[in-house]
T-cell receptor, first 111, second 110 residues
Framework: NAGVTQTPKFQVLKTGQSMTLQCAQD?????MYWYRQDPGMGLRLIYY???????DKGEVPNGYNVSRLNKREFSLRLESAAPSQTSVYFC??????????FGQGTRLTVV | KNQVEQSPQSLIILEGKNCTLQ??????????LRWYKQDTGRGPVSLTI?????NTKSNGRYTATLDADTKQSSLHITASQLSDSASYIC?????????FGTGTRLKVLA
């Protein structure tokens, strides 16, 4: 009963490098989300996918891209990492408006 | 603007004591309100959900209240335990969107 699984858990990147954060859920949810969490701030929505085949920008989409690979998987890509993207990233899934279930988070540091 | 504000930002209490966390929101339309607990280094986990018609809901030692008229909610923790040390996040669901508060960081001391 894994719920929402994110990989990796920790990552250090150099400025300008690229990487993809992976997320998979096994609850058959239609909606999936990517958030970032910074000290003193609430979770901020980067991108979301209301259903398979659709993606939409959230509050802070600049510098990120996403792919809803199938119903289970939703990945977040940083094309050219910047120090401002140092954060903890959370993937979540839900039925629309229902309880959001979160992954364990990815702690990303960009140096 | 849709906003969720929580107070206090942080709180330190002794084990066994009670505490109350506050949440004020200006989200419209309102669908429901949830309190999440986030342990250090983990993702948030839902504690309770409150819909428009509900005033009080309990989950063990956690009791949430909702006043939809004043747009306020509280989370009361009874007989605190060391394991209650965490951040507590108020989340209001609007039209298919979650609006997150910044959280209250609770520290329970032995």
């Amino acid at each position: 009963n894994a719920g929402v699984t994110q990989t990796p858990k920790f990552q250090v990147l150099k400025t300008g490098q690229s990487m993809t954060l992976q997320c998979a859920q096994d609850m058959n949810h239609n909606s999936m989300y990517w958030y970032r969490q910074d000290p003193g701030m609430g979770l901020r929505l980067i991108y979301y996918s209301a259903s398979e085949g659709t993606t939409d920008k959230g509050e802070v989409p600049n510098g990120y891209n996403v792919s809803r690979l199938n119903k289970r998987e939703f990945s977040l890509r940083l094309e050219s990492a910047a120090p401002s993207q140092t954060s903890v990233y959370f993937c979540a899934s839900s039925e629309m408006g229902g309880e959001a279930f979160f992954g364990q988070g990815t702690r990303l540091t960009v140096v | 603007k849709n906003q969720v504000e929580q107070s206090p930002q942080s709180l330190i209490i002794l084990e066994g004591k009670n505490c109350t966390l506050q949440c004020n929101y200006t989200v419209s339309p309102f669908s429901n309100l949830r309190w999440y607990k986030q342990d250090t280094g983990r993702g948030p986990v839902s504690l309770t959900i409150m819909t428009f018609s509900e005033n009080t809901k309990s989950n063990g030692r956690y009791t949430a209240t909702l006043d939809a008229d004043t747009k306020q909610s509280s989370l009361h923790i009874t007989a605190s335990q060391l394991s209650d040390s965490a951040s507590y996040i108020c989340v209001v669901t609007g039209t298919y969107k979650y609006i997150f508060g910044t959280g209250t960081r609770l520290k329970v001391l032995a």
